[in-house]
């Protein structure tokens, strides 16, 4: 089992929907929580930066971090063609520079 | 201000050949990482550099893979004897400082390995 799990989608909605993007994780030292996204062929871009358990808002963008059930999420919120892009999750331990990357999850805002 | 920058954006090469990849941080950055991302394996951690020194090598998959930083700036990662299964995009981001888990990732360079 990997450390991080991310369904790869493909996503597809309709303009103006939410959006709910998911990983799970099986190492409960896992501290910081993170959400990149990534337009093709370029880098990853920091969306959301999450310490711990709880909820944080920014703009569209929701994140949520249960460690508890070991699931982190990403709302987005009247979504955007613009929006349309590969979503990671990413994931630390207290101490450690390592990211652990979800495989990402492809998503499509249909105008 | 400018970005994480990489160059080449593009490489490819012939099986056996050494290749070199250049990132260069974002200035008065001190932290700074490479990445591999594979198509179906995600991003993988490669090295991390703190300064001019590389605490965590941890994630180089082989003696093939070395890296190092100069000036605490511009970092090379150095592949000897390329593979076919070394295609891949390698990423650099750098960070404000150590444990900061705020990572800035450069474009990438797409290495083909024929």
């Known amino acids: 089992q990997k450390e991080v799990e991310q369904d790869p989608g493909p996503l597809s909605v309709p303009e103006g929907a939410i959006v709910s993007l998911n990983c799970t994780y099986s190492n409960s030292a896992f501290q910081y929580f993170m959400w990149y996204r990534q337009y093709s062929r370029k880098g990853p871009e920091l969306l959301m930066y999450?310490?711990?358990?709880g909820n944080k808002e920014d703009g569209r963008f929701t994140a949520q971090v249960d460690k508890s059930s070991k699931y982190i999420s990403l709302f987005i919120r009247d979504s955007q063609p613009s929006d349309s892009a590969t979503y990671l999750c990413a994931m630390s331990k207290a101490g450690s520079e390592k990211l652990v990357f979800g495989k990402g999850t492809k998503l499509t805002v249909n105008p | 201000g400018a970005g994480v920058s990489q160059s080449p954006s593009n490489k490819v090469t012939e099986k056996g050949k050494d290749v070199e990849l250049r990132c260069d941080p974002i200035s008065g950055h001190t932290a700074l990482y490479w990445y591999r991302q594979s198509l179906g394996q995600g991003l993988e951690f490669l090295i991390y550099f703190q300064g001019n020194s590389a605490p965590d090598k941890s994630g180089l998959p082989s003696d093939r893979f070395s890296a190092e930083r100069t000036g605490g700036s511009v970092s090379t990662l150095t592949i000897q004897r390329t593979q076919q299964e070394d295609s891949a995009v390698y990423l650099c981001a750098s960070s404000p400082r150590v444990s900061s888990n705020e990572q800035f990732f450069g474009p990438g360079t797409r290495l083909t390995v024929l």
């Open positions: 999450t310490y711990s358990s």
